[in-house]
C-alpha cells in the first residue's frame, strides 16, 4: 500500500516522500522559515517542507539580495528551524561562495550544515556548471535540492530579479540536476509554458516560485504569504493572511494602555 501524506499527518517527511508524490499526483508545499516559532507553526499545520533560505539576508537583514549571507548565518538559523520541526522536512541554502569554488568545498560545507543543525537537505543554484559539485554531495549520501531558472545568487550577472526565458538553457541545466542526483529542483520566475515542459521531462519534482501552476509543488516566502512584509509584494506571492495588520494594531493597543496607566491591570500584578 502506498504511503499518502495528508496536511494533518505528522510522520516525518523525508526525501523517498517527495518522489512518490510525484508519483502519486500529490502536490508538495514548502514555504522559507528562519526562526524557531514560525517553522514549529508551519510544521503543525502539516507542511511539506520548510526552506531555511538565502533569502534571509533580504526578508530579515533588510539587504537588497542574497549575496552577504554566511553560512554561519544559515546554520544559526537553520539550526533553530530543524529544531522546530518533527513533520516538515528541512532544506537549508548554501550561501553565495560556500560551493562555487570546488566541489570539495561544497561537500564540507554542505555536511557542516547538516551536522550542525539536524535539516534533511542542502540546496544549490545553478544547472549544468555544478552538476559535479551536485554529484560529489549526492555522492556522500546529502540530498541536494537543485534550482534553476532565475537563481537570486547570480542577480549581479543577469542585472536583476528577471524572468528567466530561454527555455533549451533552462531545460538541460534542469536535466544535468536531476542527472547529477537532485531529490527535487525549484522553479523560479520562469514561463508557466516552459516549466510544465520540465515537470513532464523530469522524474524528480519541480517546485515552483513565479513559475506558474503546472510544477509539482509551490514554494513561497514565509513571510510574504502571512502578509509580513510591508511595501513590495512580488506579483507570484499571495497573501493568505495580513499579520503585519494584526501586528501594528497590537502594539498600538499596548503603547495606548501603557501611556494610560490601563496597563498593567491587578490581574498582571503579583501580590
Known amino acids: 500500500m502506498t504511503k499518502q501524506?495528508?496536511?494533518?499527518?505528522?510522520?516525518?517527511?523525508?526525501?523517498?516522500d517527495f518522489l512518490l508524490a510525484k508519483s502519486q499526483g500529490r502536490k508538495l508545499t514548502v514555504a522559507t522559515a528562519y526562526?524557531?516559532?514560525?517553522a514549529k507553526i508551519m510544521n503543525e499545520a502539516g507542511i511539506d517542507c520548510i526552506l531555511v533560505g538565502d533569502s534571509l539576508g533580504m526578508v530579515i537583514q533588510g539587504k537588497p539580495d542574497p549575496l552577504s549571507v554566511t553560512l554561519k548565518q544559515m546554520i544559526y538559523h537553520a539550526e533553530m528551524v530543524a529544531r522546530a520541526t518533527s513533520h516538515s522536512l528541512v532544506v537549508v541554502d548554501l550561501p553565495f561562495m560556500t560551493y562555487q569554488e570546488s566541489a570539495q568545498q561544497a561537500l564540507k560545507n554542505s555536511g557542516k550544515v547538516l551536522k550542525k543543525t539536524g535539516a534533511h537537505a542542502v540546496k544549490l543554484e545553478g544547472g549544468r556548471r555544478i552538476a559535479e559539485t551536485i554529484r560529489a554531495i549526492t555522492n556522500a549520501d546529502i540530498p541536494v535540492m537543485g534550482h534553476v531558472g532565475l537563481t537570486p545568487q547570480s542577480v549581479r550577472r543577469i542585472g536583476g530579479f528577471k524572468m528567466q526565458r530561454n527555455?533549451?538553457?533552462?531545460?538541460?541545466d534542469a536535466l544535468a540536476v536531476e542527472e547529477a542526483g537532485a531529490f527535487a529542483i525549484v522553479l523560479e520566475c520562469i514561463p508557466p509554458d516552459i516549466a510544465q515542459k520540465i515537470s513532464s521531462a523530469l522524474k524528480i519534482p519541480t517546485i515552483g516560485i513565479g513559475a506558474g501552476p503546472h510544477c509539482d509543488g509551490q514554494v513561497l516566502v514565509g513571510h510574504?504569504?502571512?502578509?509580513?512584509?510591508?511595501?513590495?509584494?512580488?506579483?507570484?506571492?499571495?497573501?493568505?493572511a495580513d499579520i503585519a495588520d494584526i501586528i501594528k494594531a497590537a502594539i498600538a493597543s499596548y503603547c495606548s494602555e501603557v501611556r494610560?496607566?490601563?496597563?498593567?491591570g491587578p490581574e498582571h500584578t503579583f501580590k
Request: hydrophobic share 25%; no cysteine; aromatic share 12%.
Open 5 to 16: 501524506i495528508t496536511q494533518t499527518d505528522t510522520k516525518p517527511v523525508t526525501v523517498p
Open 224 to 240: 510574504d504569504l502571512l502578509g509580513l512584509t510591508t511595501g513590495f509584494h512580488p506579483r507570484f506571492s499571495k497573501k493568505y
Open 260 to 264: 494610560t496607566g490601563k496597563f498593567p
Open 35 to 38: 526562526d524557531f516559532p514560525s
Open 167 to 172: 527555455e533549451n538553457e533552462i531545460l538541460q
